[in-house]
T-cell receptor
């Protein structure tokens, strides 16, 4: 079970790059790291998933160092609409997802 | 295509009453999940369906909670004799085949308030 630890909250301004780091010290060899985003009054939405090195999609980038004990979600040039809770999930080997409390990102104008 | 839908979107009930929450997953998704989210907290897993079977019910908090799925489609979560601590948002998600780490698609949730 990959227990994850991430900051409770972060503040940023529009146009800035935001990096949210998640620690997962006991990640297993077969574990993937997945990030979900949740807006108020909505269900979570998949953002990105990776195993090692760097993964990039149209929404974000995910950096995972060689030891895989942490990962960093990078959101380029955030806007007000990126204000949300971001969850870092470790693959538990179970089909159900295990959510922590997430990181509340507040983007200011 | 259509996403996961849930009904009702909001439900207010009195303590001791039974409630039924409905989830319509994405068509063709064989796996369906129920989660609960209390205010300001992360999601708690309740139950997982593969087809119409529930191989993992480990998250159901008490025997007042039950769920079923029919036609490998619609699922209903039933809470009997509701208590105030049952107040939360109940989220349903579906995924294509139900493998570990597979992307799950969430509905908007049902907000339950038990008075």
């Amino acid at each position: 079970l990959a227990k994850t630890t991430q900051p409770i909250s972060m503040d940023s301004y529009e146009g800035q790059e935001v990096n949210i780091t998640c620690s997962h010290n006991n990640i297993a060899t077969n574990d993937y790291i997945t990030w979900y985003q949740q807006f108020p009054s909505q269900g979570p939405r998949f953002i990105i998933q990776g195993y090692k090195t760097k993964v990039t999609n149209e929404v974000a980038s995910l950096f995972i160092p060689a030891d895989r004990k942490s990962s960093t979600l990078s959101l380029p040039r955030v806007s007000l609409s990126d204000t949300a809770v971001y969850y870092c999930l470790g693959d538990t080997g179970r089909r159900a997802l295990t959510f922590g409390s997430g990181t509340r990102l507040q983007v200011q104008p | 295509g259509a996403g996961v839908s849930q009904s009702p979107s909001n439900k207010v009930t009195e303590k001791g009453k039974d409630v039924e929450l409905r989830c319509d997953p994405i068509s063709g998704h064989t796996a369906l999940y129920w989660y609960r989210q209390r205010l300001g907290q992360g999601l708690e897993f309740l139950i997982y369906f593969q087809g119409n079977s529930a191989p993992d019910k480990s998250g159901l908090p008490s025997d007042r909670f039950s769920a079923e799925r029919t036609g490998e489609s619609v699922s209903t979560l039933t809470i009997q004799r509701t208590q105030q601590e049952d107040s939360a948002v109940y989220l349903c998600a579906s995924s294509l085949v139900g493998t570990s780490g597979e992307t799950q698609y969430f509905g908007p949730g049902t907000r339950l308030l038990v008075l």
